[in-house]
């Protein structure tokens, strides 16, 4: 990655591009990808050109709403959609064949619960999310980059927490997992630092995947591999 892909601040504070925990790749669409978005899009697609989300209004009831950063290709997004009929979920992503594959599953699946955004994450937050809203939110298996001098892109950052922080209700929970030790490490960190945040696991570490986290593509393919997984979750105390 070169520095013009990362620039550094013009002046003090002030960056001619963001850092981006991602990096665009251009996937083809494959026909089913491609079909399932032009007949998903108009009831399941959300766009941060119409802002600020009113989430009664968008699934047409009241229910705790569950964010996701980086679904992927989307499977275990809709199935714990379908595994959570009274919650609404919201996915992010910004590759164009996952949000294909995920649509066509939801369709298949006939969800009504679900939504998804193709758009860079920390754009949807500040745009789209109203502040205090959240019941949890997901990140599972984030793009490690493993090498050090790309860890600035790791998207858990301090004041990344913080912005999500104000998105979730109080009693919300950030729940995250990685099969990347490293980058386990890096989340306690950040988060053990985080201010307004309590840790859930009794030994101040990691949890037990819980339940309603199936095993995702990435999970397997670390068990494959001989990789760990950690799992933590935080809980908004203030
Ligand atoms: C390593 S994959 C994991 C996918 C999935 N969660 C899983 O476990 O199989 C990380 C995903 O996060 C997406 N991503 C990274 N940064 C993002 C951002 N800022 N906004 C939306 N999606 C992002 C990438 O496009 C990629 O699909």
């Given at each position: 990655m070169s520095d013009q892909q990362n620039p550094q601040p013009e002046k003090e504070g002030?960056?001619?591009r963001q850092i981006r925990s991602f990096v665009k790749r251009e996937g083809r669409l494959t026909k089913g990808q491609a079909r399932a978005i032009e007949a998903n899009w108009p009831s399941m697609g959300l766009s941060?050109?119409?802002?600020?989300?009113?989430f009664s209004q968008v699934f047409g009831r009241q229910a705790p709403v569950v964010l996701e950063i980086g679904?992927?290709?989307g499977k275990s997004l809709v199935e714990m959609a379908a595994a959570e009929p009274d919650k609404d979920f919201i996915g992010i992503e910004v590759h164009r064949p996952g949000i294909g594959a995920c649509l066509a599953d939801a369709e298949a699946a006939g969800l009504k619960n679900l939504r998804v955004f193709e758009h860079d994450a920390v754009e949807v937050l500040a745009q789209c999310i109203p502040d205090a809203s959240l019941a949890r939110m997901q990140l599972y298996f984030?793009?490690?980059?493993?090498k050090a001098r790309h860890h600035?892109?790791?998207?858990?950052?301090p004041e990344f927490a913080q912005k999500v922080r104000q998105k979730l209700a109080i009693g919300g929970v950030w729940h995250m997992a990685t099969d990347w030790e490293n980058y386990a490490e890096h989340m306690l960190e950040v988060m053990s630092q985080a201010k307004g945040y309590n840790n859930q696991s009794v030994s101040q570490d990691y949890v037990p995947r819980p339940d309603f986290r199936p095993l995702t593509k990435f999970e397997q393919r670390g068990h494959r591999l001989g990789h760990g997984v950690w799992d933590l979750m935080f809980e908004r105390i203030a």
């Open positions: 002030v960056y001619l941060v050109d119409n802002g600020m989300l009113d679904f992927g290709m984030p793009d490690p980059w493993h600035k892109r790791r998207i858990v950052q």
